[in-house]
């Protein structure tokens, strides 16, 4: 197992006794060790940064509150240098846990306003190419005498679950383009329900009535509830993987700007495999298969789902992900064009959570002082300097 990945399963307390003793292994070399606290002191500086953290007043509340459980708990013995090493690993993690939960909120900033990118509706494409704005309450989308689907009031939401039996003769696709900084949820004839992410896109059948498979194709990222139906197989499409599966829970990504497409399966199963190559692989729940056109090839590795299907709730979750790979999902999420001239930040790494209230103006600022980097902001353009 990687360094970066056992320092992640650290840092999220998810780690196992055999992960730890491994870790402490690999930190006998001093380039690992120097990483490693170089790892910690960064990821969490922006944490503390996050809410301008008097470290000195943390430190005594949290040390207060250890020596008040010393009086309830016994340490066992330390017989040997690695159970110390082990123990010593963890108590900075528990240390790090103590300073995020007793800091406080004190000098907010009022960074400068950044105002979005033309704000886009989302939109349907109908099979005979007109385009519909969903940006009414209660719209619907209508052809003729038939009724496909309808908004909610909220314009949050669009449903086509009514219709199965209603169209007739041979049935349309059609497209819906979700804009960045914005995020939409499709409720399909066949009850799947689909959360959109922003800039993402699908084409879909009106209906499945008399289709042998359920089939749809994405481009970005979208999260599945699909509805079970062992008869008819559910194939999601983009232009580098195929996922089939029966009825599950998975999240979807596949973005045309990158490289990589992934799969993260939360519940039921997946079968996954790559445009150009037949064979299918089987994913279980709690496990990710990536595929990257560069290699050709599609991995497997268990991660905490959690961290792919958070942004359904709000949350930007980045776990392992370059400054680079940040800038792009914060250009997705926030609708703005971000410009980075500071190449020597381009492929620092970062482990840090923004709660879906967090402004794009404080996050830059978080950024600003872990980093130290300089930024400015003309209106919907931010350069990194």
């Not at 990483?35 to 940064?49: P, S």
């Amino acid at each position: 197992m990687q360094l970066d990945t056992l320092i992640i399963r650290f840092l999220e307390n998810k780690i196992t006794s055999h992960e730890l003793s491994t870790l402490y292994n690999l930190l006998q070399y001093k380039e690992n060790e120097e990483y490693f606290k170089r790892y910690i002191q960064l990821n969490h500086k922006v944490y503390l940064t996050l809410h301008d953290t008097n470290l000195e007043e943390a430190y005594l509340r949290v040390n207060k509150k250890m020596q008040k459980s010393e009086k309830r708990f016994r340490i066992p013995a330390l017989k040997n240098k690695r159970i110390i090493a082990i123990y010593t690993i963890a108590a900075i993690f528990v240390l790090l846990i103590g300073i995020s939960k007793f800091i406080e909120l004190k000098n907010p900033v009022n960074p400068p306003t950044i105002l979005s990118l033309t704000d886009l509706p989302v939109t349907i494409v109908l099979g005979n190419g007109k385009s519909v704005a969903l940006n009414n309450k209660d719209t619907l989308i209508q052809v003729g005498s038939n009724i496909l689907a309808n908004q909610n009031g909220r314009n949050t939401q669009l449903s086509y679950l009514h219709n199965s039996n209603e169209i007739k003769g041979d049935i349309p696709f059609n497209i819906i383009k979700v804009p960045f900084g914005k995020k939409y949820t499709l409720i399909l004839a066949d009850s799947t329900v689909v959360y959109l992410n922003s800039g993402a896109s699908m084409r879909f059948p009106v209906s499945f009535a008399n289709a042998k498979n359920r089939v749809v194709s994405v481009s970005g990222e979208a999260y599945f509830e699909v509805a079970k139906d062992k008869n008819h197989p559910f194939i999601v499409n983009s232009k580098t993987i195929e996922v089939k599966v029966l009825g599950t829970s998975f999240n979807f990504s596949s973005y045309a700007d990158s490289n990589i497409s992934e799969v993260v399966l939360v519940e039921g199963s997946v079968n996954m495999k790559a445009k150009e190559n037949a064979k299918f692989k089987i994913l279980k729940p709690g496990f990710k298969g990536s595929y990257n056109t560069s290699e050709g090839n599609i991995d497997i590795e268990e991660v905490n789902t959690e961290l792919y299907t958070s942004w359904v709730y709000g949350k930007l979750v980045f776990r392992d992900k370059t400054i680079s790979q940040i800038l792009q999902s914060l250009e997705r999420n926030f609708n703005v064009r971000i410009i980075n001239e500071n190449k020597s930040l381009k492929e620092e790494k970062l482990n840090t959570t923004f709660n879906k209230d967090e402004s794009l103006e404080r996050i830059l600022f978080y950024l600003k002082k872990a980093y130290k980097i300089e930024y400015v902001i003309n209106e919907n353009e931010i350069l990194i300097k």
